[in-house]
């Protein structure tokens, strides 16, 4: 069984503030790691993903994200965030490519002005 | 860009009724699955489909739960006779055959409403 766990329900931050999202993971077998994001009224996006290779895998729009498997850990990270960026964040796990998501609770990323 | 697409987006139905929930795929997408995320709680996976079957389904989906592609757009999910505890957002995903990144595409979703 696998399972995500997402530490923070919440992040308010201030515009041009950096960000960390923070994903635990539990898995037995190997894992293909996601960030999706919802705006409002809409359907989730993927934002990135890790299925092997390179531990740090970026988005388009300034996001990044680390695979640490010692730490089981997906944590998402952006420098500098924009009001934009207001959103809510899920963290999600797939035991193999095509295959059910596990989803986390979700983080509600909310920037200021 | 091509998107998945759901109807209604909200649906308010009395406890008992039968309900359908439909979903328009990206068109040249061959995998197709449903989640829901109850008020409050994670998102969770109900069924995945493929090749007009069941390739996978969550302890959630039991009998009460149906999916069908009836015409090969649409992609449906039923839920007869609703329970209050089914009032939850649906979301419809698919997915077109390999590729490089496995990639769901999902739905606005459809805010079901059990009175």
């Known amino acids: 069984a696998q399972s995500v766990t997402q530490l923070d329900s919440q992040v308010p931050v201030f515009e041009e503030a950096p960000v960390e999202l923070r994903c635990n993971y539990s898995?037995?077998?190997?894992?293909?790691l996601f960030w999706y994001v919802q705006y409002p009224n809409q359907g989730l996006q993927l934002l990135l993903k890790y299925l092997s290779g390179s531990t740090l895998v970026e988005s388009i729009n300034g996001f990044e994200a680390e695979f640490n498997k010692s730490q089981t850990s997906f944590h998402l990270r952006k420098p500098s965030v924009h009001i934009s960026d207001t959103a809510e964040y899920f963290c999600?796990?797939?035991?193999?490519?095509?295959?059910?998501?596990?989803f986390g609770e979700g983080t509600q990323l909310t920037v200021n002005p | 860009e091509p998107e998945v697409t759901q109807t209604p987006s909200h649906q308010v139905t009395q406890m008992g009724q039968e309900v359908i929930l439909r979903c328009v795929p990206i068109s040249n997408h061959l995998y197709f699955y449903w989640y829901r995320q109850i008020l409050g709680q994670k998102v969770e996976f109900l069924v995945s489909?493929?090749?007009?079957?069941?390739?996978?389904k969550s302890e959630i989906f039991d009998d009460q739960f149906s999916v069908e592609r009836p015409d090969g757009s649409n992609f449906t999910l039923k839920i007869r006779s609703t329970k209050l505890e089914d009032s939850a957002m649906y979301f419809c995903?698919?997915?077109?055959?390999?590729?490089?990144?496995?990639?769901?595409?999902f739905g606005p979703g459809t805010r079901l409403t059990v009175t």
């Open positions: 995903a698919s997915r077109p055959r390999g590729g490089l990144s496995y990639e769901q595409y």
């Open positions: 999600a796990v797939s035991s193999s490519r095509g295959s059910r998501l596990t």
């Open positions: 898995s037995s077998v190997s894992v293909y």
């Open positions: 489909f493929y090749n007009n079957e069941i390739s996978e």
